[in-house]
């Protein structure tokens, strides 16, 4: 029997970072690191390691599982610590982060599975899907990811191994040498992202065990740092340095060219498919998850902020769409604006954390 207290184990967050976090990665930002060549790898890198500093200098800030308190007082210390200017502020940032994440699906599911229907009604289909079909509280979201995970996060190993199985060792030399604007711009870029992204699970999840979610990030995202740079490299390898760049979809390419030796298995590319449209369909459900998470009515007015935030993130993608925006400008929008917003934020409340004695101190 399961029991529904609000609390999920530290195996559940962590297959429910990789499997969501996995596919929106590798499709996010491999395009910029292959662009940069040794320069874009060794940045990834630096990238991963200063993210696991991050983590290991926030542990202590970081509470395992926060005091049991009666409504009032939750609301109260909500009301105190969360701002509407605050809460407007994530609330931005997950429906940006939804429409572009269903600009991604709605690419794939177009190519592969319903290929000559209309875009919008893809994307109605996806957005109904996410803000139903994935569950609206933490434990149903954590049995889920924990099944769910086994299956695409591994898929995906399995089939990256697979693809480096037709990879030669990259050609450094075809590579442009290292330039240190390059590497800390996509060092940066990497870290903004996981400190953005980290936040929501802490803000939204209590986790049944002592363990500290810190603890949990930093292997996520030791995990996510080494996959990434395994995906790049075995482009590199199979492409060449000027040949993945001239592509114009490299990872969708490795895809299509994925099989068993001996052609047992036709059609990889479907199996990619499926393992990254999943994980991007529980992204976007996360993204509904966490704005719901954020409010103070979250228990009595789930059902009509989940329609809320979905008909936004719908209206926003559609502008998206519309105008070919490029995912680049989310990612400016993470490293100029959102990442050191919120790192900002840290240090206010950890200045200020000693002077928060009550709820009735605000």
Known sequence: MFADNGEISGRQLKRQMLLELSP????????????????????????????????????????RRPER?????????????????????????????????????????????????ARPVIACLILLAAAVGVGSSPEQRGRMAELACSICFYGILFLLALAAL??????????????????LRICWEFVAVGIVITAFPEMGITLAEKEKKTHIFGRVWLILTLLLAGTVLILYGTYGYHGVNSLQFPLQSLMSGTNLPGKFLERFDILWMAFFLFGILFAIGSTVFYGVRLTPWRRKQAVPLRILLSVLTGIVWLVVDTCSLDKMYYINLVKWIYAPIFILYLLVKKGGKNAEKDDSSC
């Open 166 to 183: 037709h990879a030669r060792t990259p050609d450094a030399r075809q590579m442009p040498a290292i330039a240190s604007t390059e590497v």
């Open 69 to 117: 308190r009666s409504e009032k007082s939750e609301h109260a210390q909500r009301k105190c610590r969360l701002s509407w200017i605050w809460v407007l502020f994530w609330e931005s940032f997950l429906v940006l982060t939804g429409a572009w994440l269903l600009q991604e699906g709605v690419g794939l599911t177009a190519s592969y599975l319903l290929p000559g229907t």
């Open 24 to 63: 929106v990665l590798l499709l996010f930002l491999s395009g910029n690191i292959l662009l940069a060549g040794r320069s874009g790898v060794l940045g990834l890198l630096l990238g991963g390691g200063i993210l696991q500093l991050y983590l290991y200098l926030l542990s202590q800030g970081f509470n």
